[in-house]
């Protein structure tokens, strides 16, 4: 009963380099999000896939992509990080969006 | 779009008491409504959910009422424990373009005092 992986837990990048949050369910969802978290911001959607084969920009898009691999698995790339970019991201999934979501642990990102 | 106001962002109450977190949104065509708690270090974890189609839903200590004319949503929890200790989110849910789009509060952060 994993649920959603995320991985890594921790990470500190230097301004400019590249990365890869990994995201896997294995609750076979249809639809699977990225969230950054930032203090009295609440939660900011950054990219959605609402079925394996499709993504797209949520709210606060610019900077990342993503991929969805399968059904099972979506990744967030950070191309050329930015300190603007240092945030807590949490990976979700559900069965459709007008279902709850179930959280990962999520990833204390920071860049430097 | 959707805007999602959440009151109060802190609460601190005795244990046994009551807590009460009220959210309005502004979209009359959200239909789903679900509250998360967020324990420190964590994700958030759904609670409780509420469709438009229902006025009130209870689960043990916690309760959710919508109140669609007014476009107000409020979550319950009764005879308060320490593990109740957390941040909770509201959310609303409408359907934008064939994607169901779901908006977050900014999270209250519930202290229960033993």
């Known amino acids: 009963n994993a649920g959603v992986t995320q991985t890594p837990k921790f990470q500190v990048l230097k301004t400019g380099q590249s990365m890869t949050l990994q995201c896997a369910q294995d609750?076979?969802?249809?639809?699977m999000y990225w969230y950054r978290q930032d203090p009295g911001m609440g939660l900011r959607l950054i990219y959605y896939?609402?079925?394996?084969?499709?993504?797209d920009k949520g709210e606060v898009p610019n900077g990342y992509n993503v991929s969805r691999l399968n059904k099972r698995e979506f990744s967030l790339r950070l191309e050329s990080a930015a300190p603007s970019q240092t945030s807590v991201y949490f990976c979700?999934?559900?069965?459709?969006?007008?279902?709850?979501?179930?959280f990962g642990s999520g990833t204390r990102l920071t860049v430097v | 779009g959707e805007n999602v106001e959440q009151h109060p962002s802190t609460l601190s109450v005795q244990e046994g008491d009551s807590a009460v977190i009220k959210c309005t949104y502004s979209?009359?065509?959200?239909?789903?409504f679900p509250w998360y708690k967020q324990e420190l270090g964590k994700g958030p974890q759904l609670i409780i959910d509420?469709?438009?189609?229902?006025g009130e839903k209870k689960d043990q200590r916690i309760a959710v009422t919508l109140n669609k004319t007014a476009k107000h949503f409020s979550l319950h929890i009764t005879e308060t424990q320490p593990e109740d200790s957390a941040v909770y989110f509201c959310?609303?849910?409408?359907?934008?373009?064939?994607?169901?789009?779901?908006?977050f509060g900014t999270g209250t952060k519930l202290q229960v005092i033993p």
């Open positions: 979700a999934s559900s069965v459709t969006a007008y279902y709850g979501y179930t």
């Open positions: 896939s609402a079925s394996e084969g499709t993504t």
């Open positions: 509420i469709r438009s189609n229902v």
């Open positions: 959310a609303a849910s409408v359907n934008s373009g064939g994607y169901q789009k779901v908006t």
């Open positions: 609750m076979n969802h249809n639809s």
């Open positions: 979209d009359s065509a959200s239909n789903y």
